[in-house]
């Protein structure tokens, strides 16, 4: 996951990683996420709620072998109540 426009991440090896993660305070680690250009620009809006994203907002992006699924949010909060209510298969 990336916070952009900062260059600041955080990797989960789970989904259900992300709540607690969130709970404790949104811990991040310098660096950007090395993907193929372009995974994210269709993402306008907010998985959670659907405002649109702004310039900060936060990329999730999921591994499915050689796929890439990215997700957008507009704060850590909608990430985590997202992610508690099974994600893109609530």
């Known amino acids: 996951m ?4 900062g260059a600041r ?3 989960f090896c ?4 992300v709540v607690p993660w969130a709970l404790r305070g949104a811990h991040w680690t310098p660096g950007e996420i090395v993907e193929p250009q372009g995974v994210a ?6 998985a959670q709620c659907g ?3 702004g310039e900060v ?3 999730l ?3 499915r072998g050689e796929h890439r699924i990215p997700d957008g949010f507009c704060s850590v909060d909608h990430l985590a109540d997202w ?3 099974g994600g893109r298969w609530r």
């Open 83 to 85: 992610a508690k209510a």
């Open 9 to 11: 991440k955080a990797a």
């Open 61 to 63: 992006v999921r591994h």
């Open 41 to 46: 620009d269709s993402i306008r809006a907010c």
């Open 51 to 53: 405002a649109e994203l």
């Open 2 to 5: 990336q916070e952009v426009p």
């Open 14 to 17: 789970r989904l259900e990683h």
């Open 57 to 59: 907002r936060l990329l």
